[in-house]
C-alpha cells in the first residue's frame, strides 16, 4: 500500500518533535492521536465518543466511534441497541463496545488551531516528565552549565536539556557571574511545579565542597578515603574530616595533595574559600581536638546526656580556638555535632574553685558542720547531700580524720535534711494541687512534681499528655547560633531517654497504652548456656 505525501509528512514530522524534545516518538503520535480526536468531536459532537489511531509505520489515520450496546437508547450518539449491533459483530451482548468506522474528514481552519494547542500542550508535559525523570536522578550531583541569564541576583543556568537556578543566597559572597560565564554547582533539589520541574543549584552547599574533592582525589572516588563530615562558611572557611580505609594511606596528605595541588584546585573553584583538612576519629573527645585546629587544647569534658562539651585550652591559645568572630568554634561544633564551650585554664580553675566553695557550703548548711568537714566531704568527691547520705559507710569513715562514730553521725544528719526537704516539697507540691497519683509514676520525685506544678502538670493524664521536649527542653540551630528552650525538669539534668522513660510510665499509668510484656527468661537462660559452651 502506497505512503501518500500527507502521511509521511506527519510521521516526519512526529520524528522531529521527539527528536527536537528528545522526547518517545510514541509519546507524539498519541498526542497527535488526541489532537485529531478533539477535532472530529467538533465535527461529529462533543458527545460522541471518538477514538483516533495513526500506523506508526504508514501514517494511516483511521476515525471510529465507539457505541453503547443497550436494550433501549436514551442517547443515540453514544448507544447502539443490541439488535443493531450484532449485525455488526453477532457476539455483542448488552453493556458491551462496538467500534463504528468514521469517514475521513478535512480539517477547518478552527479545529486545525484546537488540534495544534493540543498537541503543543502533551508535548510540553511529555518535555517536563522527561526533564524531571533525569534530573531527579541527578540530585546529588556536581554539574557544569552555562550561564543564560542574570534575575535579581539569581542565575539561570542552562544544563543542556533544561534550566536551573542559583538563587542569589546559594552563592558564594563577592560572586558575580555574566551570560555565557560557565558554572559549576551542586545539584540539591528538583520539584514538580506547575510551570515544570524547577531545578536548584548551590555553591555554598556543604555538599558541593565534598564532591568537589571527591572529583580532585581518586581516593576518594574509590572508596578508600571517605569524607565523614563538612561544616561550611561559604565564601571565607571550611573544615572537612576525612577518614582512610587504609592505614598505608594518610587521609589528610592524600588529599592536600603533591604541594598543595588537590587542595588548592578546589579553594580556586570556591573563590579563595580556606579549607582545613581534619582527621575523622570515632572518639568524640580527640575528634573535636582535631576539629579545633590550628589551636592547641589543654584538656576535654565531655557531657554525653546533654551532647556539650567544655574544652580547655592555654590563654594564649583562645582567640585561635575561637577564630574571628567565633569562625572557628562555630565551623568545628557545626561539623562534630556537638555543642563547643571553650574556657582557659584560669577560668576553668576558678570555675572548678567556685563549685568547690558551693558544695562546701551545701554541706555545712545541710549536715550543720563546720567548714573544715564541708571541705573534706567536697575535696572527696562527693557532690550532694544524697551521696553522703547513701553511700556506703566505709567511704565516708576512710576520709582522713574521721571515724566510724562520724561517719555514722554525718550520714544521719544527711537522712534528716532529705527527710525534711522531702516532707517540704511534698506540702509545696500538695498546695499546687499535684495530684497524689502522680507520685507512684516510676522516675518522678516529690522535686519534680512541684516543677511539674509550676508548669502546670498536675495529673497523669497531664504528665501523659507531654513531649519529651516539654521536659528537658531542646536545642534550635539557626543562622550558626544555637538556642536553648528550656524544659519543666531542666534543674533536674534527665537525659531525653529518662524523659521518655517517666512518660511512658505515665501513659501506662493512665491507661493509653499497654504495658510490655516481660522478657522470658528461658531463651537468655538457653543463650548463655550456649554461650558458655562455646567459650567452653
Not at 541576583?153 to 537556578?165: K, P, Q
Request: hydrophobic residues 40%.
Amino acid at each position: 500500500m502506497a505512503v501518500s505525501a500527507n502521511r509521511l509528512e506527519l510521521l516526519q514530522i512526529a520524528d522531529a518533535v521527539a527528536r527536537e524534545k528528545v522526547i518517545d516518538r510514541q509519546i507524539v503520535l498519541a498526542a497527535m492521536e488526541d489532537a485529531i480526536q478533539k477535532a472530529a468531536r467538533s465535527r461529529y459532537g462533543q458527545e460522541t465518543e471518538v477514538r483516533a489511531e495513526i500506523n506508526p509505520k504508514t501514517g494511516e489515520i483511521r476515525l471510529s466511534r465507539l457505541l453503547q450496546v443497550v436494550d433501549q437508547i436514551e442517547n443515540d450518539a453514544v448507544q447502539i441497541l443490541l439488535e443493531d449491533a450484532r449485525r455488526k459483530n453477532p457476539a455483542a451482548q448488552v453493556d458491551d463496545w462496538i467500534a463504528e468506522t468514521l469517514p475521513p474528514f478535512d480539517f477547518g481552519r478552527i479545529a486545525a488551531q484546537s488540534a495544534k494547542q493540543v498537541i503543543v500542550q502533551k508535548v510540553r508535559e511529555a518535555e517536563r516528565d522527561r526533564q524531571f525523570d533525569e534530573f531527579k536522578d541527578r540530585v546529588g550531583t556536581v554539574v557544569n552549565g552555562l550561564v543564560k541569564r542574570v534575575e535579581y541576583g539569581n542565575v539561570v543556568v542552562d544544563l543542556g536539556r533544561g534550566e536551573a537556578v542559583v538563587r542569589r543566597d546559594e552563592l558564594l559572597p563577592r560572586e558575580v557571574f555574566r551570560p555565557g560565564d560557565r558554572i559549576r554547582a551542586y545539584l540539591f533539589d528538583v520539584r514538580r511545579e506547575q510551570r515544570g520541574p524547577q531545578v536548584f543549584l548551590s555553591r555554598t552547599h556543604p555538599q558541593f565542597m565534598s564532591k568537589l574533592f571527591e572529583q580532585e582525589v581518586p581516593e576518594i572516588y574509590d572508596g578508600v578515603i571517605e569524607v565523614k563530615a563538612v561544616a561550611r562558611d561559604p565564601g571565607s572557611r571550611a573544615k572537612i574530616a576525612v577518614i582512610s580505609r587504609d592505614s598505608s594511606i594518610d587521609p589528610v596528605g592524600a588529599c592536600v595533595g603533591m604541594r598543595g595541588s588537590r587542595v588548592q584546585a578546589v579553594v580556586g573553584e570556591l573563590q579563595g574559600e580556606k579549607i582545613d583538612i581534619i582527621p575523622w576519629s570515632p572518639d568524640v573527645a580527640t575528634f573535636i581536638v582535631n576539629a579545633l585546629q590550628p589551636a592547641e587544647v589543654s584538656k576535654v569534658v565531655l557531657d554525653e546526656d546533654s551532647e556539650k562539651i567544655e574544652v580547655v585550652v592555654p590563654e594564649a591559645q583562645l582567640s585561635l580556638a575561637i577564630g574571628r568572630r567565633g569562625q572557628n568554634v562555630r565551623l568545628a561544633s557545626q561539623l562534630t555535632g556537638w555543642d563547643i564551650d571553650i574556657l582557659t585554664e584560669a577560668e576553668e580553675s576558678e570555675r572548678r574553685q567556685k563549685e568547690f566553695v558551693q558544695r562546701t557550703q551545701t554541706f555545712m548548711t545541710a549536715l550543720n558542720v563546720d567548714e573544715v568537714v564541708g571541705q573534706l566531704l567536697a575535696s572527696e568527691g562527693f557532690r550532694t547531700v544524697e551521696e553522703v547520705a547513701y553511700v556506703d559507710p566505709s567511704d565516708v569513715s576512710s576520709i582522713e580524720g574521721f571515724d566510724e562514730e562520724t561517719a555514722e553521725e554525718i550520714q544521719t544528719r544527711a537522712r534528716d535534711y532529705l527527710t525534711a526537704v522531702e516532707e517540704e516539697f511534698d506540702a509545696k507540691r500538695k498546695a499546687l494541687g499535684v495530684e497524689d497519683e502522680l507520685k507512684t509514676v516510676e522516675g518522678v520525685s516529690t522535686a519534680m512534681l512541684v516543677a511539674l506544678g509550676e508548669n502546670d502538670v498536675k495529673s497523669v493524664e497531664d504528665l501523659a499528655g507531654c513531649a519529651t521536649d516539654d521536659l528537658v527542653g531542646w536545642t534550635e540551630r539557626k543562622d550558626g547560633e544555637t538556642t536553648k528552650h528550656a524544659g519543666y525538669l531542666d534543674a533536674f539534668e534527665l537525659s531525653r531517654d529518662e524523659a521518655e522513660a517517666i512518660i511512658m510510665a505515665a501513659r501506662i499509668k493512665a491507661g493509653w497504652v499497654e504495658a510490655p510484656a516481660p522478657a522470658e527468661e528461658e531463651p537468655a537462660e538457653e543463650e548463655a548456656s550456649t554461650l558458655s559452651e562455646h567459650g567452653a
